[in-house]
T-cell receptor, first 114, second 114 residues
Framework: QQQVKQSPQSLIVQKGGISIINCAYENTAFDYFPWYQQFPGKGPALLIA?????SEKKEGRFTISFNKSAKQFSLHIMDSQPGDSATYFC?????????????FGTGTRLTIIP | DVKVTQSSRYLVKRTGEKVFLECVQDMDHENMFWYRQDPGLGLRLIYFSYDVKMKEKGDIPEGYSVSREKKERFSLILESASTNQTSMYLC?????????????FGDGTRLSIL
């Protein structure tokens, strides 16, 4: 049973455009929602994260929008650049005294074309 | 910078062999994780460990075991390798200080079972 559903599977965006990746979750006990970025040949790395007590978090060109009632959250990349081409994973976890484990979405391969 | 090192980038083994994947982290992290990454399925948790000699099953533990004899080292063992275990394997570590600490990933081992 997939607890975090991610879409689209792949996305092509023109340079300077806005990239949007969506995730939906089922378990209302989730209380932490990170996004990881993975470049080819590398492991994923934390990009940005949000807790459900806020509806939006922005770090530079990257923004997470969170809709608690709809159980959905999304990553927006403004002014997308070729260097943003990577695979993006949303994830969710439940507080467990520092022993949290992540449930990942299936990933979105983003390609930014010039 | 946190460094998570996986012993092999590429590994080819035969069906029925016992396979060891090694992972070492240099940040004195308490938590360590093993995932497999398959196209369209994202990252799926195999096993994790909160401390030396402790282990817990993740979402897909069948056919795998783990060993954590030292804090910095976490080994994944395929008891009798099968072709359906051909995959990319990723190791990660995180601190238990505070909640929801980021997971730091190695660059993966691409394992082929023939």
């Amino acid at each position: 049973q997939q607890q975090v559903k991610q879409s689209p599977q792949s996305l092509i965006v023109q340079k300077g455009g806005i990239s949007i990746i969506n995730c939906a979750y089922e378990n209302t006990a989730f209380d932490y929602f990170p996004w990881y970025q993975q470049f080819p040949g590398k492991g994923p790395a934390l990009l940005i994260a949000i807790r459900p007590d806020v509806s939006e978090k922005k770090e530079g060109r990257f923004t997470i929008s969170f809709n608690k009632s709809a159980k959905q959250f999304s990553l927006h990349i403004m002014d997308s650049q070729p260097g943003d081409s990577a695979t993006y994973f949303c994830a969710a976890s439940i507080y467990n005294f520092g022993n949290e484990k992540l449930t990942f979405g299936t990933g979105t391969r983003l390609t930014i074309i010039p | 910078d946190v460094k998570v090192t996986q012993s092999s980038r590429y590994l080819v083994k035969r069906t029925g062999e016992k396979v060891f994947l090694e992972c070492v982290q240099d940040m004195d992290h308490e938590n360590m994780f093993w995932y497999r990454q398959d196209p369209g399925l994202g990252l799926r948790l195999i096993y994790f460990s909160y401390d030396v000699k402790m282990k817990e099953k993740g979402d897909i533990p069948e056919g795998y075991s783990v060993s954590r004899e030292k804090k910095e080292r976490f080994s994944l063992i395929l008891e009798s390798a099968s072709t359906n275990q051909t995959s990319m394997y990723l190791c990660a570590s995180s601190s238990r200080t505070g909640s929801n600490q980021p997971q730091h990933f190695g660059d993966g081992t691409r394992l082929s079972i023939l």
